[in-house]
C-alpha cells in the first residue's frame, strides 16, 4: 500500500504540472510547444490526477493502479509517435520514454502485489469460514449420450444431489 500510495502522490503531482504548464510539460519531454501538445498534456494531466484521486481512495485495490498501467501504454504509444515527428528533440524523447519505461515497471509490479495480496486474503477468510476450494477430478467411463440420458433421467438426481430423498416422474413434463 505504501508503493501505491507513493503512486497516487505521483499521479497527482504529474497531473498538476500537466494541467498548469502544458507547453513547459511538452518542452521537457522533447515534443514542439504547439497547441496538439497541449491539449494532449491537457488530457494526459486529467487522467493523472483522475488516477491519483483513485489510487489514494483505495490504497489497498489494485483497481487504479491497473489504470496506470494503461495510461502508460498510453503515453508509449503517444511518445513513439513524438520520436518520428519533425521538431522533436528524440533525446529528451528517449529520456521520457525511458522514465515511464521505469514507472511502468513499479505500476505493474505494484498492481501485482496487491492482487496477490487481496488473493491470499480473500483465500484466508474462506479457510476461515470453512470454505476452502475442493479440487477433485473424476473420469466417467461412459459415452457422452449414456451421461446425458443418465442426467436427463430425474430419478436418478437423488443418486449424486444428496439434500434430495427421491424424485418420481409424474408425466412428461411434471416430476415430484
Given at each position: 500500500?505504501?508503493?501505491?500510495?507513493?503512486?497516487?502522490?505521483?499521479?497527482?503531482?504529474?497531473?498538476?504540472?500537466?494541467?498548469?504548464?502544458?507547453?513547459?510539460?511538452?518542452?521537457?519531454?522533447?515534443?514542439?510547444?504547439?497547441?496538439?501538445?497541449?491539449?494532449?498534456?491537457?488530457?494526459?494531466?486529467?487522467?493523472?490526477?483522475?488516477?491519483?484521486?483513485?489510487?489514494?481512495?483505495?490504497?489497498?485495490?489494485?483497481?487504479?493502479?491497473?489504470?496506470?498501467?494503461?495510461?502508460?501504454?498510453?503515453?508509449?504509444?503517444?511518445?513513439?509517435t513524438?520520436?518520428?515527428?519533425?521538431?522533436?528533440?528524440?533525446r529528451?524523447?528517449?529520456?521520457?520514454?525511458?522514465?515511464?519505461?521505469?514507472?511502468?515497471?513499479?505500476?505493474?509490479?505494484?498492481?501485482?502485489?496487491?492482487?496477490?495480496?487481496?488473493?491470499?486474503?480473500?483465500?484466508?477468510?474462506?479457510?476461515?469460514?470453512?470454505?476452502?476450494?475442493?479440487?477433485?477430478?473424476?473420469?466417467?467411463?461412459?459415452?457422452?449420450?449414456?451421461?446425458?440420458?443418465?442426467?436427463?433421467?430425474?430419478?436418478?438426481?437423488?443418486?449424486?444431489?444428496?439434500?434430495?430423498?427421491?424424485?418420481?416422474?409424474?408425466?412428461?413434463?411434471?416430476?415430484?
Amino acid at each position: 500500500e505504501t508503493w501505491a500510495q507513493a503512486l497516487g502522490w505521483f499521479s497527482i503531482g504529474l497531473g498538476v504540472a500537466q494541467l498548469a504548464a502544458p507547453g513547459a510539460m511538452a518542452r521537457l519531454i522533447g515534443v514542439p510547444d504547439d497547441r496538439s501538445s497541449r491539449n494532449t498534456m491537457l488530457a494526459l494531466g486529467l487522467r493523472e490526477l483522475t488516477s491519483g484521486v483513485g489510487i489514494l481512495s483505495k490504497p489497498d485495490s489494485p483497481s487504479w493502479l491497473w489504470s496506470r498501467v494503461g495510461g502508460d501504454v498510453m503515453d508509449l504509444a503517444l511518445l513513439g509517435t513524438a520520436f518520428k515527428s519533425d521538431g522533436a528533440d528524440r533525446r529528451r524523447v528517449a529520456a521520457a520514454t525511458a522514465a515511464v519505461l521505469g514507472v511502468t515497471v513499479l505500476d505493474m509490479m505494484t498492481s501485482r502485489r496487491l492482487r496477490d495480496e487481496q488473493q491470499s486474503g480473500a483465500a484466508a477468510e474462506r479457510k476461515a469460514r470453512g470454505m476452502e476450494p475442493v479440487h477433485k477430478s473424476l473420469t466417467v467411463n461412459r459415452s457422452p449420450d449414456e451421461v446425458y440420458a443418465f442426467w436427463r433421467n430425474f430419478e436418478n438426481l437423488p443418486r449424486f444431489m444428496e439434500y434430495l430423498e427421491s424424485v418420481s416422474i409424474t408425466d412428461e413434463r411434471h416430476s415430484h
